[in-house]
């Protein structure tokens, strides 16, 4: 190792979650597992074999029995050598197994620390990174597949197409600011738009698959609004398709915020009922009204209960800035009402399911969900911001094509941007802010 080079120490924790289970397993990383490994199991197994064995700590006592692996650097999740003990799954047993573990050389790992570590020692990019506690977080399977298909390098396959063809406009351009002809500029202006506006299409397309991949990971927050009694709980209900709410015939049933989880084509989303918006001196349901309104505030989608044949609003203003569906409920005391999607409103019966499939379909469009079958990409608000600022860069370069020197800037700026998502550019505050919100152990 060359001189002055920082010797990584060796890190430790269980990576299977809290609680009994028939396995849990105690990870370890770092230069000193050959060493624990002879301590803990008297010898070093062989790479990538499984080995049948006893577990001791300091002392010599034998606190577990079950399968080891060994992971040779550079060969292993972490790119450091790497030791998994897999035992029994109670706490107790795996504690005293870590403790071994910790008593033989290594320290606890802090969270996200072995995924960081892959990072540092480039077997991840930063969006790699990312998507594996995506993969775990996931809420639904279409959430999982595209956190898998980033985990794969999909989305940082992408961004690097992205990154490579801004360099060699780049290139292009600095050329042509070092030898400056009259002749060869009208040609490169010309090329250098095409190949900008080619840049700006591919732009466009990730960001908007990045859009769609967001509502995967985030979901969607679609609040239940309206005056007492026109069906709020009973169309959570159904959507939940489970007795989740209490419905009587009483005005003001519903005092708090009640939320429920459910998916519609893959995209989780949470359905919060609310407590009616009218007039009152109850002090219980007026505490109730005023977290109505802050749910509302919130949401992605204000979904506003209308009664078929009695469509006043709720009382009181209704956000301006929130996504608004008007639902026309009861439409089964209505005689000839049609369910389904009609212009900006979608008439239902909570008490049939009737127009349900449209309200489901009118929530996701409202939310901007319109993939069909096509990949999307499981960004992170931070990837959206990145994305955005390389549009506005390469929107300025547009306007700048006769400005080499302006235009070159734009474009260094742009690449910039798009190199934050993989990591290349990337602050140890960053870095630091992403994995703490990682498990340990991971």
Request: hydrophobic share 45%; aromatic share 4%; with cysteine.
């Amino acid at each position: 190792m060359p001189s002055g080079e920082i010797v990584p120490d060796t890190i430790a924790a269980i990576a299977t979650p809290a609680g009994r289970g028939g396995i849990g397993i105690v990870r370890v990383s770092g230069p000193k597992v050959p060493a624990i490994a002879k301590a803990v199991i008297g010898r070093l197994p062989e790479p990538r074999v499984a080995l049948n064995c006893a577990f001791r700590d300091a002392q010599g006592e034998r606190v577990d029995e079950g399968v080891v692996l060994y992971f040779k650097a550079p060969h292993s999740y972490t790119g450091d050598e790497v030791l998994e003990l897999q035992g029994h799954g109670g706490p107790v047993v795996l504690h005293a197994v870590l403790g071994a573990v910790l008593d033989a050389g290594a320290r606890m790992a802090g969270p996200g620390e072995f995924t960081r570590r892959a990072f540092l020692n480039d077997r991840l990019d930063l969006a790699q990174a990312e998507a594996v506690a995506d993969l775990i977080d996931a809420a639904s399977r279409e959430a999982a597949r595209s956190a898998l298909r980033s985990l794969e390098g999909d989305f940082s396959a992408v961004i690097a197409g992205l990154v490579a063809a801004l360099t060699e406009l780049r290139a292009l351009t600095e050329a042509m600011l070092d030898f400056p002809d009259e002749e060869v500029d009208p040609l490169h202006r010309d090329d250098a738009g095409r190949r900008l506006g080619q840049l700006r299409a591919s732009l466009e397309e990730v960001i908007a698959k990045s859009r769609q991949g967001s509502l995967l990971r985030a979901g969607i927050h679609a609040v239940l609004a309206g005056r007492p009694n026109v069906g709020k709980s009973s169309l959570l209900n159904r959507l939940a398709g489970a007795e989740r709410a209490i419905v009587t015939a009483l005005p003001g049933t519903t005092r708090d915020a009640l939320r429920e989880s459910i998916l519609i084509e893959g995209v989780p989303i949470v359905i919060v009922d609310t407590a009616g918006l009218r007039e009152s001196r109850d002090e219980v349901e007026r505490l109730g009204m005023e977290r109505t309104r802050e749910e509302m505030a919130r949401a992605d989608v204000l979904l506003v209960i209308l009664e078929a044949d009695d469509p006043s609003p709720p009382q009181g203003p209704l956000p301006e800035a929130v996504t608004r569906i008007n639902v026309i409920n009861k439409i089964d005391l209505v005689a000839g009402a049609v369910a389904g999607r009609q212009g900006n409103e979608v008439h239902v019966s909570a008490r049939t399911g009737a127009g349900l499939d449209a309200l489901r379909a009118a929530v996701l469009e409202a939310a901007g969900w319109t993939t069909r079958g096509e990949t999307v990409f499981l960004a992170r608000e931070r990837h959206l911001r990145a994305l955005s600022a390389a549009r506005v860069h390469l929107e300025t370069a547009a306007s700048r094509l006769s400005q080499w020197e302006l235009f070159a800037e734009e474009l260094r700026l742009a690449q910039e941007a798009l190199s934050e998502i993989s990591g290349r550019l990337s602050a140890d505050d960053l870095l630091g802010e992403i994995f703490s919100r990682f498990c340990i152990g991971k």
